[in-house]
């Protein structure tokens, strides 16, 4: 007897696969969420962590479904809905009837989520799904979520003051942040210490109070009053932050970077600044009347005392220098009054400039004064024929220098780019500062055809 066997055809086998999966009974797009998982979940997690998922949905109704939004909850009970905690979400543009998506993503704890034991799921929003039933998958095990205690850290503290007196006030500016996983009301205790240990023998200045959330951090300014009996010295600003709760407390102190010294000091006071008002050419000297006095309660240091001519009432580099002097220490209310006489540079604006001091003294309690200027301007005028400027050069950082001690050559063409024969109208050299000026001779022409020729020697780029 032979037997004899019979293969199903492919279309057979493919329709009996479709029969096997689930349908709808409505007509209309039904998303199915079949499976939601975590992947390797820790056995604890923090706020703000997050964790991988994967999930599988399939359109089981008859018709292709429109936009989609999976949206991942923590719930404390197995009901997964969306009044629970939300901790992400997926959108899909749309799923024809028997399609299959699955995908991964990260879900991430809240961080103001409290401690506690959380069913995960998702929940499946489609504007013309015709079942809800099916929409709302969990994973099988429970995720547990832990707080820590709060955790104070003092990132920074510090203060623009330099030279104090007892009663003076300070301001203090002072950074803290909460590390921790638990807002917390902290205090923060403010100390002047003369060594780098914060004891509680140190000079206590003030405290203040505030609220950290969750790893929110703060920054504010706070005024105090130094204590009148302290004794003169340096001090370093401190300050100790403390909360309840905080089990970390290795980053709760913070000292100051820079000393600040309390006591008597001297301050060096610019009275006043004259000159003899007129009309300078450069070159030409002009003496400036000056009376300095220290007004603190300490004596100073020897000091510098470096003259300006600026165009306008703020004097500093690059203003044109025309002098400088040397002094030596002066008691506390003791007055220097002093006669410089400056000459001026061959490279000086034409118009009206102010002549201005600048005072430098080591240690000195109050810098704001320490300039001073003759609020009546004199007048530069260059006499006929003369030519000046400063000549500089441009390193390989894009940064000028003076050029020192070069020699200048002014020339007369009309012709562009030809040296010689030009005719060679007069030459100089370069100051400290690069400045220059020359007379040259008053027949020399309207001025088109002037040129300068620098000859410098081991200037180049670097």
Not at 138 to 158: C, K, Q
Not at 367 to 387: K, L, M, W
């Amino acid at each position: 007897m032979k037997m004899i066997r019979s293969w199903p055809s492919w279309g057979m086998v493919w329709g009996l696969l479709l029969a096997s999966l689930p349908h709808s009974t409505k007509a209309g797009p039904d998303i199915q969420l079949q499976i939601f998982r975590l992947i390797h979940p820790p056995s604890t997690n923090l706020p703000g962590s997050s964790v991988l998922l994967s999930f599988y949905m399939m359109n089981i109704g008859d018709q292709t479904t429109g936009n989609m939004n999976i949206d991942y909850y923590a719930s404390t009970d197995a009901t997964i809905t969306a009044s629970d905690w939300q901790l992400g979400s997926w959108n899909l543009f749309s799923l024809e009837p028997g399609r299959l998506f699955s995908s991964q993503d990260h879900c991430t704890f809240p961080m103001d989520m409290p401690a506690g034991t959380y069913y995960v799921g998702a929940v499946v929003t489609c504007l013309n799904d015709v079942n809800l039933a099916n929409n709302v998958a969990s994973y099988d095990s429970m995720v547990r979520i832990i707080t820590p205690p709060p955790d104070l850290a003092v990132e920074g503290v510090d203060s623009t003051a330099t030279f104090l007196r007892p009663g003076d006030s300070i301001s203090i500016h002072t950074s803290v942040e909460n590390r921790g996983y638990q807002s917390a009301a902290y205090v923060m205790d403010h100390y002047l210490s003369a060594d780098f240990d914060i004891t509680a023998a140190d000079y206590r200045i003030g405290s203040m109070n505030g609220y950290l959330g969750i790893r929110e951090q703060q920054s504010q300014d706070t005024r105090y009053e130094i204590p009148p009996g302290i004794p003169a010295g340096f001090y370093y600003i401190a300050v100790v932050a403390t909360c309840e709760g905080d089990t970390n407390p290795s980053n709760n102190p913070r000292l100051g970077w820079k000393p600040i010294w309390i006591g008597p000091f001297a301050d060096l006071a610019i009275q006043t600044v004259e000159t003899d008002i007129g009309t300078y050419s450069p070159t030409d000297s002009i003496i400036v009347h000056t009376v300095i006095q220290n007004v603190g309660d300490y004596s100073s240091n020897g000091y510098t005392i470096d003259l300006y001519a600026s165009k306008d009432t703020t004097f500093a580099a690059p203003d044109i220098h025309i002098g400088s002097f040397s002094s030596n220490p002066l008691p506390p209310g003791d007055s220097y009054r002093f006669d410089a006489a400056c000459r001026l540079p061959a490279y000086v604006p034409q118009g009206d400039v102010y002549i201005g001091i600048v005072v430098t003294c080591p240690h000195e309690g109050n810098p704001e004064n320490n300039q001073g200027y003759d609020p009546r301007a004199v007048t530069i005028s260059h006499p006929a024929g003369y030519v000046c400027g400063q000549a500089k050069y441009r390193d390989g950082y894009s940064h000028e220098h003076p050029l020192r001690y070069a020699r200048i050559k002014v020339y007369d063409s009309n012709q562009a780019g030809r040296l010689m024969p030009d005719r060679e109208l007069g030459q100089t050299h370069t100051d400290g500062d690069g400045n220059y000026g020359v007379r040259i001779p008053t027949d020399a022409g309207s001025g088109q055809g002037l040129y300068v020729v620098v000859l410098a020697q081991g200037v180049k780029e670097r």
